[in-house]
């Protein structure tokens, strides 16, 4: 059981976490290695079990390390230092005889691939540094350890981190590093930068002002024996990746370390490698992704569109959603402004399609989310993103946006198809046609929003549209209904949204309600679903997003220890329900599902509304 390490604050895999030991250690963290032998820090290195003839030895020098210590020190048990290339044999039974120690502490141990592991508070990615430059390997025995250990436990991956790559381990889930190769490279006359390293003879000036840098000239520096420069340069690379920890952290709190990390992977082709493996790692990825942010999701290159949440929302779109009972549908393009019915643009198409629209479903095609249906266009990330505009559509972009809009034209069917489009997106709507055989009207003269365009919209889609019949009622309905399903999952809009159910509450802030009582709230902030008792009730049939407790009854917060069970659907940020015996309850999970079973430390839930159970 980790009894000294909690995680407080997620970015996807990149996690701020907190030691309890004697002085409060926040992560991710730097660990000084020049300190690991001396019994008053933190967190102390056991040492080689090399040095030790027999087990007995090994297992009293443990002791000596923790009564000079004391019990709020994370001691790492006393290991071999082995390459990933050393034989299974030799590593599995080393591993053995070191699960054997034994410890009051707080502790850490190295990870063996394979072996079944016990509940530690830091398990240590030994021989990290050899995968410097490998980034297959690296995330191999990465994602295998995030599998094997308990999601409230550390991981340390010593010898590996510079200020260019610190902010991508963090990224990929790595809680603690180390100075080793600042230190190194001072000692070898490098001068480290999150923009790379150079030798100090290439350099014109000094890049930095911290306090080592501030200290002197690179004349002076050059003219320093050897020793006093190794200090200068040592203290001025270890003050660099101390700040870029700190900036790191400040990017997990703001939700947007994926924008930085975007742009501080191009610094080394193997950095860049790094991101789009994990990318293809889709179902890690996604599974510590929140389901919704407060900030913007800023996607400026290609690789942006790889990102988790936006796949999510694709494949969402495509497996949960339902549109509406319209035979007409209208391709839209896209807008600056989020949500797109506020735009100047899109004010013009609903003027245009007048009464018409209530006949019609609207899709509108953007890069990089695909494709988006007019009731989801709240729901996150689709109001609230933002990505380069200059016109110009590269290839995979095309292709990506292609392959949704045709996966959905193949699901749903409809007798008549207009494009109000121009550009790349006409490119992109001829592409799926020809693919699909189908016929699209064109109604666009040049310019989306000319009058001539727009007349032309108008005339097309009255005569698409006469005689038909839809109460606005109906339409305000569809919309609940498809944030529903695609929050939920398929079907929850029928449940939530009964055909005995009236709207309340103006646009985007529709009640759902059946006699007297609410079901659910749009929450404009997100395009999501906030869920009343009276909701959950109804929707628990259903079984999904469901956190099953204990027989007690929840207060304020749900604590990871008091979960029996949790759906492995749920995702940072959902709307989830609490289940037991003695409540129900509903409220916004914390953390994924997964990590809701296997933690045993952190708040699993923030409760909204709790009912007793009589």
């Known amino acids: 059981m980790t009894r000294y390490f909690e995680v407080q604050q997620r970015d996807g895999a990149a996690r701020i976490g907190k030691f309890l030991l004697k002085e409060d250690i926040r992560t991710p963290y730097i660990i000084d290695t020049r300190s690991l032998d001396n019994p008053d820090s933190a967190i102390i290195d056991g040492g080689s079990l090399w040095k030790y003839p027999n087990f007995e030895e090994a297992q009293e ?9 004391g019990e709020d020190s994370l001691i790492i048990l006393p290991h071999q ?32 691939s394979g072996q079944q592991v016990k509940e530690h508070d830091l398990y240590v990615m030994e021989g990290a540094g050899c995968f410097e430059k490998n980034a297959r390997n690296l995330l191999s025995l990465l994602f295998e350890m995030k599998k094997d250990i308990a999601p409230d436990t550390a991981i340390y991956a010593p010898n590996i981190a510079t200020p260019e790559n610190l902010a991508m381990l963090i990224y990929l889930g790595i809680d603690v590093l180390d100075n080793t190769k600042a230190i190194i490279a001072g000692h070898n006359n490098i001068y480290l930068t999150t923009a790379g390293q150079f030798y100090l003879d290439s350099l014109a000036e000094l890049p930095c002002r911290c306090s080592a840098c501030s200290s002197t000239d690179l004349k002076g520096l050059r003219e320093m024996d050897k020793k006093s420069r190794a ?35 191009r610094v080394h082709p193997w950095l860049t490698a790094l991101m789009r493996l994990a990318d293809d790692e889709y179902d ?12 913007t999701l800023v996607a ?13 929302y694709a494949k969402r779109i495509q497996e949960r959603y339902t549109p509406p009972a319209a035979d007409v549908l209208l391709l839209l393009p896209c807008s600056a402004r989020k949500p797109y019915s506020t735009s100047n643009s899109h004010w013009k198409f609903i003027k245009a399609l007048g009464k018409s629209r209530k006949f019609v479903h609207e899709v509108i095609i953007t890069s990089p989310l695909g494709i988006v249906p007019r009731e989801l266009e709240l729901t996150y990330p689709a109001a609230h993103y933002d990505t380069t505009v200059t016109g110009y559509w590269d290839a995979e972009e095309k292709e990506w946006v292609a392959s949704c809009l045709e996966d959905y034209l193949k699901k749903h069917k409809y007798t008549s198809i207009v494009a109000h489009v ?12 020809e693919k699909l055989d189908i016929d699209i009207t064109y109604t666009s003269l040049g310019n989306v929003t000319s009058r001539e365009s727009l007349k032309n919209l108008s005339t097309t889609m009255s005569g698409l549209c006469t005689g038909r019949k839809r109460s606005h009622e109906k339409t305000q309905k569809d919309l609940m209904k498809a944030v529903a399903d695609y929050q939920f999952g398929t079907g929850s809009g029928d449940i939530l949204v009964p055909k005995d159910s009236t709207v309340k ?20 902030q997100y395009g999501t679903l906030a869920v009343t008792i009276d909701g959950a009730r109804a929707l628990l049939e259903k079984g999904r997003y469901i956190v099953k407790i204990d027989d007690f009854v929840p207060r304020g917060s749900l604590l990871a220890p008091g979960v029996i069970d949790a759906d492995p659907q749920i995702r940072p940020n959902d709307e989830v329900l609490i289940s037991g015996n003695k409540a129900i309850a509903v409220g916004r999970a914390n953390m994924s599902g997964d990590e809701m079973k296997r933690s045993k430390r952190g708040v699993a839930v923030d409760l909204r509304h709790v009912k007793k159970i009589d």
């Open 422 to 433: 121009e550009d790349a997106y006409r490119v992109i709507c001829e592409m799926v046609a």
């Open 300 to 312: 400026t290159c290609g690789e942006s569109q790889n990102r988790s949440e936006i796949v999510r």
């Open 284 to 295: 890690f990825m996604e599974s510590q992704n929140a389901i919704a942010r407060n900030n």
């Open 231 to 265: 200090a200068i340069l040592e203290k001025h690379n270890i003050n660099t990746m101390e700040a870029e920890t700190a900036l790191v952290r400040e990017r997990i709190r703001a939700g947007t370390l994926r924008e930085y990390i975007e742009g501080q992977c």
């Open 81 to 112: 230092d082995l390459t990933p290339e050393a034989p299974r044999k030799i590593t599995i039974r080393l591993a053995e005889k070191a699960e054997e120690m034994e410890d009051t502490g707080a502790t850490g141990t190295i990870y063996i």
């Open 61 to 69: 020098h443990l002791r000596e390390i923790r009564q000079k210590a």
């Open 505 to 524: 509450g103006p646009f985007p802030k529709h009640q759902i309600f059946v006699g007297k009582k609410q079901l659910v709230t749009l929450i404009p």
